[in-house]
């Protein structure tokens, strides 16, 4: 996991998008399910401190919001508190990590994405 984190930066704890989410899946369990599993919620903002470094690295965003979707349930239990930002996060950004372009590994480094 520290790889990861060393290669794909984890952001500040998004706690208003966590909030609002939350909200949502107390008022509405379907409305905010079918959020957490779109996973775009959460993907946007990533793919800001991600997505330059990724995409040099031959993953563009369209497979990035595939992988988080895959990830929706871990989303989850963070959004109900369950796990913690940077467990999450980490998580993620190591599954991301291991489906990087088998050469990509030593091009995401050199591109600063490691910042």
Known sequence: MEDARRRLPLPEEPTELKAETRSL?????EEGNRLISDASFIAEPLWKDWGEGLEEAGMGYERFLKISRSYAGELRLWIVGERPWDHCAAGLAGRVWRRLPAKSEKRLVSTGASR
């Open 25 to 29: 899946l107390e008022e509405s369990p």
